[in-house]
């Protein structure tokens, strides 16, 4: 019995070790980087971040949490509206994770401005804003780690989908409400209530053919020239490089599209309709 106790004492004597002071040191300022960014996390669900955080909270180590970083370009003088529109929805998703009640420091949510932090642009060596990329809690970010925005769009539904991807953190995306909609429905609806009530006695144009016919296609014209494409993902509007200052409305892929392609094809299919509606009379 005695020698069982003297080989359990031999084991833990040379298992056991104190942390060293590298070690002690390490995790006094992973737990300061972590109250850092959950300070930061409670004031805004999206923490602004400029060259010195960058490097100190996301590129050096240690850090056990993942972020998830938007890189933008919001200064009025760099006229991206795409940023903007990207913005209001990285917002939405910051907010719809930190005010859940899953809500913990295994993911952040920041933003780096190209007029605050463009040394972070040229580090990473990144030439198009609105990107977003997930900087993983160990290990380097990978190609999928760079989020496809002219393929998947901006909406917060589809960045959440991704996060969870990346991170196994399940967001569920909550919108503040929105009246816009029903109530335009509801002004439509009582528009054209309104011009049955006034024709009650002569509503012969309900049984017209043409009307039917022009009603008919521009639905047509609308679902082909991508409207619901647009609806479901979110693409922006057209893409603008924050460099050079370009401005593009044609997606280079066909795999993806951008809100002005949409425009575009809507309107020659207008034209091309005014054009055979007058080959039409003309015959």
């Not at 009025?76 to 009640?101: H, I, K, M, T």
């Amino acid at each position: 019995m005695f020698g069982k106790v003297l080989i359990s004492l031999f084991f833990i004597s040379v298992f056991h070790h104190e942390p060293t002071d590298a070690q002690k040191k390490k995790e006094t300022l992973l737990s300061e980087k972590v109250t850092q960014m959950m300070e930061w996390a409670s004031k805004r669900s999206v923490v602004r971040m400029n060259g010195d955080k960058f490097r100190r909270f996301v590129k050096a180590p240690p850090r056990n949490y993942s972020v998830v970083i938007m890189f933008t370009a919001l200064q009025p003088q760099r006229q991206c509206g795409v940023c903007r529109q990207a913005d209001e929805e990285f917002q939405v998703l910051a907010n719809s994770w930190r005010y859940s009640s899953a809500f913990t420091n295994k993911v952040f949510f920041a933003s780096v401005d190209f007029d605050e932090g463009s040394d972070v642009f040229q580090m990473l060596n990144m030439n198009s804003a609105p990107t977003f990329l997930h900087f993983p809690s160990k290990g380097k970010p990978r190609r999928s780690d760079t989020y496809e925005l002219q393929v998947r769009g901006f909406a917060a539904e589809q960045l959440a989908r991704w996060v969870a991807d990346r991170t196994d953190v399940q967001i569920r995306v909550i919108r503040p409400p929105n009246y816009a909609g029903p109530l335009l429905l509801g002004f439509l609806l009582a528009v054209i209530g309104g011009l049955a009530y006034l024709r009650r006695h002569n509503l012969e144009f309900l049984f017209n053919k043409n009307v039917w016919a022009f009603s008919a296609l521009c639905f047509v014209l609308i679902m082909t020239s991508g409207q619901m494409w647009n609806h479901i993902r979110g693409p922006p509007y057209a893409h603008k490089n924050p460099s050079t200052g370009q401005v593009s409305y044609i997606h280079g892929s066909s795999q993806a599209q951008f809100v002005a392609e949409t425009h575009i094809v809507l309107l020659f299919s207008i034209l091309q309709l005014n054009v055979y509606s007058h080959l039409y009379r003309q015959h």
